[in-house]
């Protein structure tokens, strides 16, 4: 299975901030790479596909960047509606697998 | 507008089996693979498997083989996961989830449905 690691593992910023996320897979897999964010209590959310195709609804604020194995999720200026866990996830090869996850919180 | 609802909370004793149950509305079941994806307390997510709800054919993580059966009936829209001889580490939280073959785009996610094992 690919392996996903994302770093930092937590993160603290103030609403304003450029906030940016990274993730690294074991093993390419091109730029089927998917970016989730969970707040506490609800189910993930979809705010990146194809590793740069931000979905229909999401704030421009949020982009994705990364081919092969280095990818990154950047948060332009961060909202308050922004402190959640953040999971990547690869989309490559069999079976899925998600990154451990980065929580951004409140600095 | 699309939603999936799953059936509620379960308790459940070691060795016993647990169904949760997916309905889709605002789309047709069959136009979309359904993944489950479980995560259990303060951890993060796992991929258990998926169905084509088209075909009924459906593929698990290698870690779920042998104890988890997908299921569909498409005349009431509906997805089962299935888990058998529970252990306490199932424990979690299990959604499901629409997306692609390889969950390239998992747009549209259950609310959850808590088991618990004890």
């Known amino acids: 299975d690919i392996q996903m690691t994302q770093s930092p593992s937590s993160v603290s910023a103030s609403v304003g901030d450029r906030v940016t996320l990274t993730c690294r897979a074991s093993q390419g897999i091109g730029s089927w790479l998917v970016w989730f964010q969970q707040k506490p209590g609800k189910a993930p959310k979809l705010l990146i596909y194809?590793?740069?195709d931000l979905q229909t609804g999401v704030p421009s604020r949020f982009s994705g960047s990364g081919t092969g194995t280095d990818f990154t999720l950047t948060i332009s200026s961060l909202q308050p509606e922004d402190f959640a866990t953040y999971y990547c996830q690869q989309a490559n090869s069999f079976p899925p697998t998600f990154g451990g996850g980065t929580k951004v919180e409140v600095k | 507008q699309v939603q999936l609802v799953q059936s509620g909370a379960e308790v459940k004793k070691p060795g016993a089996s647990v169904k949760v149950s997916c309905k889709a509305s605002?789309?047709?079941?069959?136009?979309?693979?359904l993944h489950w994806v479980r995560q259990a307390p303060g951890q993060g997510l796992e991929w258990m498997g998926r169905i084509n709800p088209d075909s009924g054919d459906t593929k698990n993580a290698q870690k779920f083989q042998g104890r988890v059966a997908m299921t569909r009936d498409t005349s009431i829209n509906t997805a089962y996961m299935e888990l058998n001889r529970l252990r306490s580490d199932d424990t979690a939280v299990y959604y499901c989830?629409?997306?692609?073959?390889?969950?390239?785009?998992?747009?549209?996610w259950g609310q959850g449905t808590l088991v618990a094992v004890s």
């Open positions: 605002g789309y047709s079941l069959v136009d979309y693979y």
């Open positions: 194809a590793a740069s």
């Open positions: 989830a629409r997306g692609g073959k390889n969950f390239v785009k998992g747009d549209y």
